[in-house]
């Protein structure tokens, strides 16, 4: 089984602070995504990688950026953490192309900036 | 309005019922998928229908699509409480290649 794996299950961090997000793929995915999720809104997609090395914006990628140097690892990086970056946020990864194109996601890591 | 809507935003049935969810999107797609969201979890991806499909089914689901609306429902049959869950449709835009999800569909199934 595809296994995603994020870092931290729950944060907490000062506004202001540097917030790394990790993400580990163990199936050699070629796509890694970061969304993030909040009430009503729904999942908005933040960053995704279609390779090492690679970056894409997604809808909402002010505030963030991201970090993909080996394959299996997708990080997002919250340079100066506000508290409206409070929220539960998720990776998945896929196959690329159109090959298996559904995503697995990780448990996700509930974030507070306080 | 977003790509990937769903509806209703939330459904109330008793066990043993079918539970219809909708979805509506707005752009050209390789495929649209489902996905089962556990409270305070990630996404299970459920079942995909590429564009080219009307209709799949798998186990007690049944997902139409039906690209000259631009929507597709998703039908659990005889849902169980363990069905409880919100469930989201995700569409794979033909172009830019990444999936873009709705807000949701809370399904509560009473017992």
């Known amino acids: 089984d595809v296994k995603v794996t994020q870092s931290s299950r729950y944060l907490v961090k000062r506004t202001g602070e540097k917030v790394f997000l990790e993400c580990v793929q163990d199936?050699?995915?070629?796509?890694m995504f970061w969304y993030r999720q909040d009430p009503g809104l729904g999942l908005r997609l933040i960053y995704f990688?279609?390779?090492?090395?690679?970056?894409e914006k997604g809808d909402i990628p002010e505030g963030y950026s991201v970090s993909r140097e080996k394959k299996e690892r997708f990080s997002l990086i919250l340079e100066s953490a506000s508290t409206n970056q409070t929220s539960m946020y998720l990776c998945?990864?896929?196959?690329?192309?159109?090959?298996?194109?559904?995503?697995?996601f990780g448990q996700g890591t509930r974030l507070t900036v306080v | 309005s977003q790509q990937g809507e769903e509806d209703p935003q939330a459904l109330s049935i008793q066990e043993g019922e079918n539970a219809t969810m909708n979805c509506s999107y707005k752009?050209?797609?390789?495929?649209l998928q489902w996905y089962r969201q556990n409270s305070g979890r990630g996404l299970v991806h459920l079942i995909l229908?590429?564009?080219?499909?009307r209709e799949k089914h798998s186990g007690r689901l049944r997902v139409t699509l039906d690209t000259s609306k631009k929507s597709s429902s998703l039908l659990i049959t005889a849902s169980r409480a363990a069905d409880t869950a919100s469930y989201f449709c995700?569409?794979?835009?033909?172009?830019?290649?990444?999936?873009?999800f709705g807000d949701g569909t809370t399904l509560t199934v009473k017992p």
């Open positions: 998945a990864s896929s196959l690329g192309g159109d090959r298996a194109p559904e995503a697995f």
């Open positions: 199936m050699d995915h070629e796509n």
């Open positions: 990688s279609y390779d090492v090395k690679m970056k």
């Open positions: 752009t050209s797609i390789n495929n």
């Open positions: 229908i590429r564009s080219n499909e």
């Open positions: 995700a569409t794979l835009n033909t172009n830019a290649g990444k999936s873009t």
